[in-house]
């Protein structure tokens, strides 16, 4: 037994409640278990309880033993002055230092209960209940992928308001790192926010107009400029960064860029030469999204293809067949999913402006489901994906609760438990 499993047992009631009977002898009635309490103090606060005439309102702790009372020191603790029950699951404290009454629960509890959830905590499946996840229900799924989405919004609404914090809440800047972030995927997603770090947006306001320089300024600090060219477009850019370096008193980035292991469309020459590109064609984006209606029009402003050179290569110096590099659909939405959806929602948290986090919230429900590895797990278990908000809504299922398992917290494996 943990004391997080006895909280939850106590906090839905998950045991015999018939006939209770403190360690004293007294006849006990549950009318309320109290609200879970997340801070210092005691476990349950608002509780109600009747020991035999009489109705006592107040605090409820609880121990997996009785002595911990004892060797938490709570009778010197003025939080717990207001305790009037103490749930144990055994009772091994002959004599207590306080009067309080003690309701045990060790034989109280379905052991089917405690099988099922110590299953769980002890075997490596994909996710804790996978083999019964399915019996939760359509409507408890349905509802938890909302509040799922929701956390996972929430969650990085906070990331995004820790770089706004370094950048004095500049948006259009802040947009900036997280789009570059976003443009390195995975594999480079370090090094572009680093990069994107080392050039202040308003050089990237400034040079715009000119894409040769915005390539200059994005490649160079990036450090994909160092080498000797013999080609014409690398050289100039070379001696373009250069200028532009000694200019503004530029740092290079310390994070190396990889090519290895991706496909050529996803090397970070061609990523970068497409967010060039993107910024060349819209200035003030972060204010353009903001006041765009539809996911339509942002996808228009998304559709872009890297300049003449790259539809010759994927690196400097290194010919191809004809391929115009466009951005593509699957990227458009990544970067719907993770960027916009997310810098559109923290907006509208920080402004206490809904409209602007529902705005958010209908773009993701409008995405087609993302296609990786999670997904497919899911899939083969019976937990399908409608559009982003599912897919999302899972990838924050895993990542943060079954991952950690945190089944005590998850409204699937409740309901799971519920119905043993």
């Known amino acids: 037994m943990t004391e997080r499993l006895l909280q939850y047992i106590w906090q839905f009631q998950y045991f ?18 109290g609200i879970y309490n997340t801070h210092q103090g005691p476990d349950f606060n608002e509780g109600r309880i009747r020991i035999g005439e009489n109705i006592w309102v107040g605090n409820i702790e609880l121990h997996v033993d009785a002595s911990d009372w004892h060797r938490h020191q709570h009778s010197n603790d003025k939080n717990y002055r207001n305790v009037i029950l103490h749930v144990v699951w055994k ?8 009067n309080i009454p003690t309701l045990t629960l060790e034989d109280r509890v379905p052991k089917i209960l405690l099988q099922q959830y110590f299953s769980w905590m002890k075997e490596n499946y994909f996710i804790p209940c996978e083999s019964s996840a399915g019996n939760a229900g359509d409507l408890v799924w349905t509802g938890w992928k909302e509040r799922l989405m929701i956390e996972r919004l929430e969650r990085k609404s906070r990331q995004v308001l820790e770089l706004l914090q370094k950048n004095n809440f500049h948006w259009e800047e ?13 594999v480079n997603a370090d090094a572009f926010a680093e990069m994107a770090s080392s050039i202040p947006y308003n050089l990237i306001s400034k040079h715009r107009i000119q894409i040769h320089q915005l390539e200059a300024l994005m490649f160079g600090q990036a450090g994909l400029l160092d080498a000797e060219f013999a080609e014409k477009y690398p050289s100039m850019l070379k001696k373009e960064y250069l200028f532009l370096q000694r200019k503004y008193n530029l740092e290079k980035i310390h994070a190396p860029v990889h090519f290895l292991r ?46 003449d050179y790259w539809h010759y290569h994927f690196r400097f110096g290194e010919a191809t067949v004809y391929q115009p590099k466009t951005l593509g659909g699957d990227m458009i939405n990544n970067i719907l999913m993770n960027t916009v959806a997310t810098i559109l929602f923290t907006y509208g948290k920080y402004h206490i402006e809904p409209a602007y986090q529902q705005k958010a919230v209908e773009w993701m429900n409008q995405l087609p489901a993302e296609k990786n590895s999670v997904m497919t797990k899911f899939r083969s278990i019976g937990v399908t994906s409608r559009n982003a908000s599912d897919s999302q809504s899972l990838i924050e299922l895993k990542s943060q609760y079954c991952d950690h398992k945190r089944c005590l917290d998850c409204a699937i494996a409740n309901a799971v438990l519920k119905k043993i």
């Not at 015999?16 to 278990?33: F, Q, R, S, V, Y």
């Open 16 to 33: 015999n409640k018939n006939d209770l009977i403190t360690t004293a002898g007294e006849e006990l009635m549950i009318i309320h278990p």
């Open 91 to 98: 009772n091994d404290d002959v004599d207590p230092e306080h």
């Open 174 to 186: 802040t947009l900036w790192w997280m789009i570059s972030r976003n443009f390195g995927l995975y």
């Open 262 to 307: 991706m496909r050529p469309a996803c090397f970070p020459t061609i990523r970068l030469a497409q967010l060039a590109m993107l910024f060349h064609s819209t200035g003030n984006m972060f204010s353009a999204i903001l006041h765009m209606e539809t996911i339509i029009k942002v996808k228009m402003m998304l559709n872009i293809t890297a300049n």
